[in-house]
């Protein structure tokens, strides 16, 4: 049974940062393309940031510049790096593979 586990959240202020890390158990994430999506209150849930096997990254217009997803194959982790954070990045982010999705977890940016 695969897991992904999200880890790093918090409550920050505007300008600041978060890093993001999401470990996988049960699958090798080397295979496939991993994605963090977020949530925000009210809101449909939307695709952040996207990294493939190869390393090739996509990311929403909202978070170019300010964002960065890499992965560690050894750590079977994902990570998230969010820098010059706005109050519209509050939301939950999730983790998320194929079928799988993590429990997400909580990013508040407010002053």
């Known amino acids: 049974q695969a897991q992904l586990a999200e880890s790093g959240g918090g409550s920050v202020q505007p300008g600041g940062s978060l890093r993001l890390s999401c470990t996988a158990s049960?699958?090798?994430?080397?295979?496939?393309?991993m994605h963090w999506y977020r949530q925000a209150a009210g809101n449909q849930r939307e695709l952040v940031a996207s990294?493939?096997?190869?390393?090739?990254?996509n990311y929403d217009d909202s978070v170019k510049g300010r964002f960065t997803i890499s992965r560690d194959n050894d750590k079977n982790t994902i990570f998230l790096e969010m820098n010059s954070l706005k109050s519209e990045d509050t939301a939950i982010y999730y983790c998320?593979?194929?079928?799988?999705w993590g429990q997400g977890i909580q990013v508040t940016v407010s002053s």
């Open positions: 998320h593979t194929v079928r799988w």
């Open positions: 049960g699958i090798n994430i080397e295979l496939f393309v």
């Open positions: 990294i493939t096997p190869a390393g090739t990254t």
